[in-house]
């Protein structure tokens, strides 16, 4: 099993002198049964990293005492359960200790159990938990969690009813937990999951479904990076992209798309997967990383031994970046340019914005070689 995870502080933070509320946590917790967690301390909470912390530790610290590989699903998600209660209590029992305001250590908590085959997770909050399956697909497991404005986040206080566990029916090859920047200017960028009409705008039920996947192979497919055997280290090549400083925009591209290539030859011949990459281009969501001013947490879980199935070619095209900029366009503005702007509008132009290509500039800098010699 490979696995790998990064909790990165936001530029907001750093420009504010915040520490970073994310917290993460992987590993084996039981013979041949890992675990994922990550946990995303709100923004508006003081102390929301101490909760953050607390919570991922003292989530693992009850399942590895209580978590049996052999136990069935049901089972595990009942210990999974009772793990996000003992972690609540933890929160708790600390602000008294302190004599603090209990809203002001809200955070998120998601976790996964993984034995190569079966993923049972847990979910509380806005962040998100994706698979890439053993037919080759990336599937979303679950949906963020928000308040009644649509807006605000449901922490692990909100309580157990908010709380969700469950698993997925279908056998997975690779697992990742993400934080809300990442998922939402990254994994599923608006522009690709734009409403079909305007009506659908404000439609509180409907849940974005599709994914970026050139940017889901890059972190899941296990050929890309970190089986990789051209790369001399893997970890520090995810740590460099994640972080989001990128030093020269054509260097970075180049190698970015190297990666690809080599996770798509894994299931395609050579000319086919080149044929793949020559799809992208330039101005894709993965460089929203550098915009993201948000703390960037990422875990994965990867079996690297599992037999992926093979998705028609076209399947990881790159999505027509042109024509989804113009259905947002007719979204927006649809008796044209001009028109009467409606907050609905001003909505919807301030997510679909946030996918425009910002890297008109150009930095000057190294990356220094990552590559084998």
Known sequence: MLSYGFSIKGKAHIKAGVVCQDANMHGEIASGLYIGVVADGVGSARHSDIASSLAAEKLVEYLDLHIQAESSIEEKKACLKAGYRFAEKAIEDYVKMCRDTLNEYDTTLHVVLYDGRTVIYGHAGDGGILVRTMSGETKVVTFPQKGSDGVSVMPLRAGEASWEFGSYPEKVAAVMLVTDGMLERVIMPHLLNLPATREEIQDPDRHKTNVYLSATEFFMNPYCVLGNRNLQDPIALYHYY????????????????????????????????????????????????????????????????????????????????????????????????????????QQLQQEANEEIDKRSRKKTGFFQSVFRN
């Open 242 to 345: 994640i972080n989001g400083e990128f030093k020269d925009q054509d260097q970075d591209w180049k190698l970015y798309k190297e990666c690809l290539q080599c996770g798509y030859q894994s299931m395609y011949d050579g000319q086919t997967a080149m044929r793949i990459c020559e799809t992208m281009t330039g101005g894709v969501p993965l460089w929203n990383i550098e915009d993201t001013t948000d703390d960037k947490t990422v875990v994965c879980l990867i079996n690297e031994s599992a037999s992926v199935g093979v998705p028609d070619p076209t399947y990881f095209y790159e999505p027509d970046w042109a024509k989804l900029r113009q259905h947002y366009d007719h979204l927006l503005y649809p008796a044209g340019v001009g028109g009467e702007v409606t907050p609905q509008d």
